[in-house]
């Protein structure tokens, strides 16, 4: 009776470690990390997005073009709660629905810069943000491929993570006003 209790409490104890030490891994019961959100960072990266938003807002509807309608796309990803909240939970299915809309980000922004004549200025800002999202696009594989990381090395990664999409967005904005600074010469 003794061992059963014992196998029973270290099988239990086994899993609850698991799920604690390395969520990503196959046995653990809840495949996800949480972690908080530096607020300085989380703060100064929302102020940018809100002040984006109005200028991309204030377009007049002679300014509407195609760049106008894909960055309304490209804002949504901006905006995941990976980005925007104080408090975040990425399950390990979260992955596969980041890594599409991350390569659908860059997708967006590489067709971005072949349909149509760009200044050196927002070619160098354009690729800068396609660069800065195949970095997001690496990171989220990472987080696929090594189930067996420790929840620290995983937090540590969501975080370059957040980073590398922060610097992408940076660079998006700076082409965006390079962009309708530009007079196509």
């Known amino acids: 009776m003794k061992r059963k209790v014992w196998g029973v409490s270290s099988a239990v104890l086994f899993i609850f470690l698991m799920t604690v030490l390395f969520p990503y891994s196959p046995l653990s019961v809840y495949q996800s990390v949480g972690f908080d959100a530096d607020l300085p960072y989380l703060q100064d990266y929302k102020k940018k997005l809100h002040e984006f938003g109005q200028v991309h807002d204030g377009n007049t509807v002679e300014d509407w073009d195609r760049l106008n309608s894909d960055t309304d796309f490209i ?96 660079m998006y904005r700076h082409f965006y006003e390079a962009y309708y600074r530009y007079d196509g010469e």
């Open 75 to 170: 804002l949504d990803l901006y905006e995941m709660d990976l980005m925007t909240s104080a408090r975040v939970k990425v399950g390990k299915g979260d992955l596969d629905w980041m890594l599409v809309e991350v390569r659908t980000l860059r997708n967006t922004l590489l067709s971005i810069a072949f349909q149509e004549k760009h200044s050196s200025e927002t070619r160098k800002y354009l690729e800068a943000s396609v660069r800065w999202s195949l970095n997001a696009e690496e990171d989220i594989l990472w987080l696929k491929d090594h189930p067996f990381y420790s929840r620290f090395l995983l937090i540590t990664h969501l975080k370059n993570l957040q980073e590398d999409i922060k610097i992408s967005f940076d």
